[in-house]
């Protein structure tokens, strides 16, 4: 059963990870466009923090055996990585 919630939980969190991402895209496209994007960055915020909520409800997430923990791990540090990649393009942008 924990190995089904993790699952679970590691889909919903790539999910939200994916939909920030694409938000994140259209908010820059729009913005080199020129373009007034209120309702992106609105969406965005939203994306963002339902996205750090399912991060916390996987970290909670009990494993039960060692496969289950190996794979909540390689999540969580793909995760981190991307972060990671994704703030020091920003911060490049800049």
Known sequence: ??????MIAIDFHEQAR??????ATARTKLKAAGVECRLIDRRLTTAREIEWRL??????????????AA??????????K???TTSEASERSL
């Open 18 to 23: 994916r939909e920030v991402e694409r938000l």
């Open 82 to 84: 991307h972060d990671e």
């Open 55 to 68: 991060r916390e409800e996987l970290l909670r997430c009990p494993v039960r055996t060692t496969q289950d």
């Open 1 to 6: 059963m924990e190995s089904i919630l993790l």
């Open 71 to 80: 794979t909540k791990a390689v999540h969580l540090r793909q995760a981190l």
